[in-house]
């Protein structure tokens, strides 16, 4: 036991025999990040840039609409964000809560341009049709192939993809896009 003691840092057990290192009174998590908090912010919006284009339906006004909205609630609750172990998490909690309540705010609102809509658009409508029948498929695909594909249709190269999809090789990064890709067009009957 003391051989044992000599070679680990002194650590506490907590429940379930998880054990925490301690280092100059701040406690180590692999989840937690210790930077400024205006670094902070800047890599949370970044991870949260493909997750409000999806819950938007790739409309980036209301997408950077929604990261605006939810950096000030942030910068708000500034404690609770650095106290969080996830804080990634704990903003896109904050963006989802965000979008229901706007989704609920523009339901109760009628606008006077809702009576002008043309019943019909030659050719629009496939290509609408199509549209949604390629977002429910999109449904079904994990975030991280959302996040590339989405990415991808709005022209960003892999450099920009692989900062906020994160720790992935360019390589395997590559590979993921073009199986989603090829997913896609199956699940749409499609050949690429």
């Not at 406690?27 to 990040?33: L, Q, S």
């Not at 800047?42 to 997408?63: G, H, P, Q, R």
């Not at 523009?106 to 809702?114: D, F, H, N």
């Not at 590559?174 to 499609?190: D, E, T, Y």
Request: with cysteine.
């Amino acid at each position: 036991m003391g051989a044992i003691s000599a070679i680990r840092p002194p650590a506490e057990i907590k429940q379930q025999n998880s054990i925490a290192v301690k280092q100059s009174n701040l406690e180590v998590c692999k989840n937690r990040k210790h930077m400024p908090f205006k670094d902070l912010l800047s890599s949370i919006t970044k991870k949260l840039v493909s997750y409000a284009l999806m819950l938007t339906s790739n409309n980036e006004d209301d997408a950077w609409d929604l990261i605006q909205s939810t950096i000030e609630k942030l910068i708000k609750n500034k404690e609770t964000l650095q106290a969080s172990n996830q804080p990634v998490a704990y903003a896109k909690r904050i963006l989802k809560n965000n979008f229901i309540d706007n989704y609920r705010k523009e339901k109760r609102m009628v606008s006077i341009e809702a009576n002008d809509i043309a019943i019909s658009n030659d050719g629009l409508q496939e290509a609408s049709v199509e549209y949604q029948e390629m977002l429910k498929f999109l449904e079904a695909f994990d975030e991280t192939d959302r996040t590339i594909l989405m990415m991808l249709g709005k022209g960003h190269n892999y450099k920009e993809i692989q900062e906020v999809v994160g720790d992935i090789s360019m390589e395997n990064l590559r590979v993921k896009a073009n199986r989603a890709r090829i997913s896609l067009a199956n699940c749409m009957g499609r050949k690429l």
